[in-house]
């Protein structure tokens, strides 16, 4: 088996939760040897996250971490804030 799932990590402010709502089901892929789990189109994760209401968008932090594989996987990385606009 190889690869790992995508990771998302929150920092919140204090008082604040989140929990996955749907995480999507992956398809197998074989290249022998190895076994791997994979999504082959963009991937939503559904999230859902409460801040108490003082909290400003820019105090709510998300560090993001995948593999992206085609011969070889490549981690890659993502941080952002509520405030920027991510696509």
Not at 42 to 53: C, D, G, L, S
Not at 81 to 86: Q, S
Request: proline fraction near 11%.
């Amino acid at each position: 088996d190889t690869g790992m799932p995508p990771r998302v990590t929150f920092q919140l402010p204090e008082g604040s939760t989140y929990k996955l709502l749907e995480y999507p089901t992956p398809s197998l892929h074989k290249s022998p040897p190895f076994t791997t789990y994979v999504y082959k189109t963009k991937t939503i994760f559904v999230y859902q996250v409460n801040v108490p209401f003082k909290v400003l968008p820019k105090d709510v932090r998300l560090d993001l971490n995948w593999l992206v594989c085609k011969e070889t996987c490549l981690p890659q990385s993502f941080e952002t804030t509520l405030e920027n606009k991510a696509h």
